[in-house]
Nanobody, 121 residues
């Protein structure tokens, strides 16, 4: 059974960098043909795909967030990480990590329970 767990600060100051880590168990993030994504849901809005790191380490980002987003991985820890720079209150959302078979998806096969991040001073 694949399990994903998001971790990181629940409160971030405006203009700072949001950093979240997804810890994966039950599968390796280097397993062929799987894609590891970050997805978020702002309050009262739908799910938004943010970006993906593939099993080879290639990265893909939402055009609307590309200038502020970085996704990396630590294969020794079986983790992948999201960094979102220059955050504003509009970045307040529940953030999810997931594993799927598509580069861009808001409905991965497996998803973490999500972590609330609030951007506020």
């Amino acid at each position: 059974q694949v399990q994903l767990q998001e971790s990181g600060p629940g409160l971030v100051m405006p203009s700072q960098t949001l950093s979240l880590t997804c810890t994966v168990s039950g599968d390796s993030i280097t397993t062929d043909y799987y894609y590891w994504s970050w997805i978020r849901q702002p309050p009262g809005k739908g799910l938004e795909w943010m970006g993906t790191i593939t099993y080879t380490g290639s990265t893909y980002y939402s055009p609307s967030l590309k200038s502020r987003t970085s996704i990396s991985r630590d294969t020794s820890k079986n983790q992948f990480t999201l960094q979102l720079r220059s955050v504003t209150p509009e970045d307040t959302a529940v953030y999810y990590c997931g594993r799927g078979k598509q580069v861009r998806t808001t409905t991965p096969d497996y998803r973490g329970q999500g972590t609330q991040v609030t951007v506020s001073s």
